[in-house]
């Protein structure tokens, strides 16, 4: 994975490259310590970008927005010491994937690149299967199983949603497969009892998937405010969280009321109905 570096402080670009390559996480193929340059990192074409959010000139959402608006096709991590929730959605908004904080924390930056990558290898893999099903090569969809279809579209849903990276999509996805190999709904279950079928810590299990929906409520409620009309908002708004809960989560990020409410129980329902459909 190659990653270019958004940073004016030197002595920071110097640790995340250690960071970067004492680890194994990608190769760091430039930076900004002598100059912010987008042609520069256009031509690179980086996989993943770092980008220091407070900096001279361009912030760091108009670096992020700039790139997006050029065609840059890069996921993006904001390195940030502000927790302003406006300035958070913002961010989202411009096309950051994940957020690290200053000061720079070896755990943290190693695990949030290695969700990336993982969120990359996702995205690989489903457009591999919607390449299959675009040319109609029905003898190669039929070789693979049912179960590797309705996998890869959850993946897919998931990531749309921005929890590809969240400890809890893995718990997220064994819940649907344990379901969907077994024809049961979560009705059928409950999802303390599905977890306990799951997991030696059935707690634990349930709260990282919780905390899991609760970022993909946030994902998609910062992509309604920005339009309405948003093709990821409109397709999973109203199937996988009640939309009351969703309209509060909105008027929440925007300074207005309590958080929406995550209704795991209605989100693994609303993922069973998208990964059986046609």
Same mark, same amino acid.
């Given at each position: 994975?190659?990653?270019?570096?958004?940073?004016?402080?030197?002595?920071?670009?110097?640790?995340?490259?250690d960071i970067?390559?004492?680890?194994?996480?990608?190769?760091?193929?430039?930076?900004?310590?002598?100059?912010?340059?987008?042609?520069?990192?256009?031509?690179?074409?980086?996989?993943?970008?770092?980008? /220091?959010?407070? @900096?001279?000139?361009? !912030?760091?959402? $108009?670096? *992020?927005?700039?790139?997006?608006?050029r065609?840059?096709? +890069? &996921?993006?991590?904001?390195?940030s010491?502000?927790?302003?929730?406006e300035?958070?959605?913002k961010?989202?908004l411009?096309?950051?994937?994940?957020?690290?904080?200053?000061?720079?924390?070896?755990?943290?930056v190693?695990?949030?690149?290695?969700?990336?990558?993982?969120?990359?290898?996702?995205?690989r893999?489903?457009?591999t299967?919607?390449?299959?099903?675009t040319?109609?090569?029905?003898?190669?969809?039929?070789?693979?199983?049912?179960?590797?279809?309705?996998?890869?579209?959850?993946?897919?849903?998931?990531?749309?949603l921005?929890?590809?990276?969240?400890?809890?999509?893995?718990d997220?996805? /064994?819940?649907? @497969?344990y379901?969907? !190999?077994?024809? $049961?709904? *979560?009705?059928?279950?409950?999802?303390?009892?599905?977890c +306990? &079928?799951?997991?030696?810590?059935?707690?634990?299990?349930?709260?990282?998937?919780?905390?899991?929906?609760?970022?993909?409520?946030?994902?998609?409620?910062?992509?309604?405010l920005?339009?309405?009309?948003?093709?990821v908002?409109?397709?999973?708004?109203?199937?996988?969280?009640?939309?009351?809960?969703?309209?509060?989560?909105?008027?929440?990020i925007?300074?207005?009321?309590?958080?929406?409410?995550?209704?795991?129980?209605?989100?693994?329902?609303?993922?069973?109905?998208?990964?059986?459909?046609d």
């Amino acid at each position: 994975m190659r990653i270019y570096i958004v940073e004016d402080d030197i002595s920071v670009i110097s640790i995340l490259e250690d960071i970067v390559e004492s680890n194994d996480l990608g190769t760091v193929c430039g930076d900004s310590g002598s100059g912010l340059d987008l042609d520069k990192i256009l031509a690179l074409a980086p996989d993943l970008v770092l980008v /220091d959010l407070l @900096m001279p000139g361009k !912030d760091g959402i $108009q670096v *992020v927005r700039e790139l997006k608006e050029r065609g840059c096709p +890069a &996921k993006f991590i904001m390195i940030s010491q502000v927790s302003s929730k406006e300035m958070v959605a913002k961010a989202y908004l411009a096309g950051v994937d994940f957020f690290i904080s200053k000061p720079i924390n070896l755990i943290e930056v190693r695990q949030v690149i290695r969700n990336i990558r993982q969120q990359m290898e996702n995205e690989r893999d489903l457009h591999t299967i919607q390449s299959v099903f675009t040319l109609k090569q029905a003898p190669a969809v039929e070789r693979q199983s049912r179960s590797d279809v309705q996998r890869k579209r959850i993946q897919y849903a998931l990531s749309q949603l921005g929890m590809a990276g969240e400890k809890g999509a893995k718990d997220i996805m /064994d819940m649907c @497969m344990y379901l969907l !190999d077994r024809h $049961q709904q *979560v009705c059928q279950v409950g999802v303390g009892a599905l977890c +306990a &079928k799951l997991s030696d810590s059935p707690k634990s299990m349930e709260q990282r998937a919780r905390r899991a929906v609760e970022r993909g409520l946030n994902h998609l409620a910062s992509l309604g405010l920005d339009d309405y009309g948003n093709e990821v908002f409109t397709q999973y708004a109203s199937r996988l969280f009640p939309f009351q809960e969703v309209r509060a989560e909105m008027a929440f990020i925007q300074g207005k009321g309590s958080k929406g409410k995550a209704n795991l129980k209605c989100f693994l329902d609303g993922m069973l109905v998208l990964a059986e459909e046609d």
